[in-house]
């Protein structure tokens, strides 16, 4: 952090974004998590967007007396991506030293936005995430957590060996449902990439990350709980469902391989175009038919989507060029 921002007697300041849809069963719990994390040389600053709820959020929201929370109201449902970047504005605007975009299911136990903060300050320039728990299961790991720490290298041998796990591990990719890194590595990564509904989003981000070097940490120390869905809703995932997320996840898939920069973008599309288009039969031939139905859906995207994949692969390219230079890369 750079000294200009914050002198050594002034609290670091934590803007908070949290994008919420028809939780007003959570919102407050998960709003009331964050103040609690406010400490000693620590100010939480809380930014709601209430991204077009047509429950009773607005009025759940309405009811939270504290200056410390604002709140940002959206008359209609807006893209993720297009909300988080807009908030990102918001901490910038405000001066944040650090800036945590939030899910609006999460429960922050005590302690850990001081524990990822002082994670990134340890690492300058790091995305911080906190182990993530199942709200619905308090003894057991997130499951999208559980598969990121399986693959996470030395974790086993820290535990099994050593009684006890690092402070923070690095990763592959990161979990956006808490995400926290100093403002200015926010600007300097640049925006979410609107092609992206939901899923794949923070993946995509991640990839930007790494590709200028930046750390993915998971702080070991920090923990949150996750419900994913409404509190009494059930933890069971439908066959509908469960295609609709993989079709998702699949189309993210060819995204992110057009949009990396290890090859030229016409010879990325044309690969990927071809692979897809080889799916489609290959579902087919494992009796797969919602396999062969999203990887058509998926060419069709591809090709509507062409222009705006080469123009924010090019403009990736240029900002992942600029930090290069600056940093002597």
């Given at each position: 952090m750079s000294s200009s921002k914050q002198s050594p007697s002034s609290p670091v300041r934590v803007a908070c974004l949290v994008t919420t849809y028809n939780r007003d069963d959570f919102i407050s719990e998960c709003v009331a998590s964050l103040l609690r994390n406010e400490g000693e040389g620590l100010a939480i600053e809380v930014t709601v967007i209430n991204n077009g709820a047509t429950d009773n959020t607005a009025h759940v929201l309405a009811k939270i007396d504290d200056p410390r929370v604002t709140i940002h109201t959206n008359e209609k449902n807006t893209r993720l991506a297009l909300v988080w970047n807009s908030a990102l504005e918001m901490a910038r605007a405000s001066g944040a030293d650090y800036t945590l975009?939030?899910?609006?299911?999460?429960?922050?136990?005590?302690?850990?936005?001081?524990?990822?903060?002082?994670?990134?300050?340890?690492?300058?320039?790091s995305l911080v995430t906190p182990v993530q728990v199942n709200h619905r299961r308090r003894d057991e790991l997130d499951g999208g957590m559980r598969e990121l720490l399986k693959a996470t290298p030395g974790l086993l041998d820290d535990m099994?060996?050593?009684?006890?796990?690092?402070?923070?591990?690095?990763?592959?990719?990161?979990?956006?449902?808490?995400?926290?890194?100093?403002?200015?590595?926010?600007?300097?990564?640049?925006?979410?990439?609107?092609?992206?509904?939901?899923?794949?989003?923070?993946?995509?981000?991640?990839?930007?990350?790494?590709?200028?070097?930046?750390?993915?940490?998971?702080?070991?120390?920090?923990?949150?709980?996750?419900?994913?869905?409404?509190?009494?809703?059930?933890?069971?995932?439908?066959?509908?469902?469960?295609?609709?997320?993989?079709s998702t996840h699949y189309q993210a898939r060819a995204v992110f391989e057009i949009k990396s920069p290890d090859r030229a973008f016409p010879i990325s599309f044309a690969r990927v175009v071809l692979r897809v288009a080889f799916d489609?039969?290959?579902?087919?031939f494992k009796r797969f038919p919602g396999g062969s139905m999203s990887a058509i859906r998926t060419l069709g995207f591809l090709f509507g989507h062409y222009g705006h994949l080469a123009a924010r692969r090019k403009v990736?390219?240029?900002?992942?060029?600029?930090?290069k230079a600056s940093s002597g890369l």
């Open positions: 975009l939030l899910n609006d299911d999460i429960e922050m136990e005590a302690g850990a936005i001081a524990e990822m903060v002082a994670v990134c300050q340890e690492n300058p320039m099994i060996l050593k009684g006890e796990p690092k402070r923070y591990y690095r990763q592959r990719t990161i979990i956006a449902a808490a995400l926290l890194g100093a403002t200015e590595t926010f600007e300097m990564i640049g925006d979410f990439d609107p092609i992206f509904a939901f899923y794949g989003l923070d993946d995509d981000y991640a990839n930007r990350a790494r590709d200028m070097g930046l750390p993915l940490l998971v702080a070991m120390r920090a923990r949150m709980l996750h419900l994913h869905g409404k509190t009494e809703a059930s933890p069971n995932v439908s066959k509908k469902d469960w295609l609709r997320r993989w489609i039969v290959l579902f087919l990736e390219e240029d900002r992942l060029a600029s930090f």
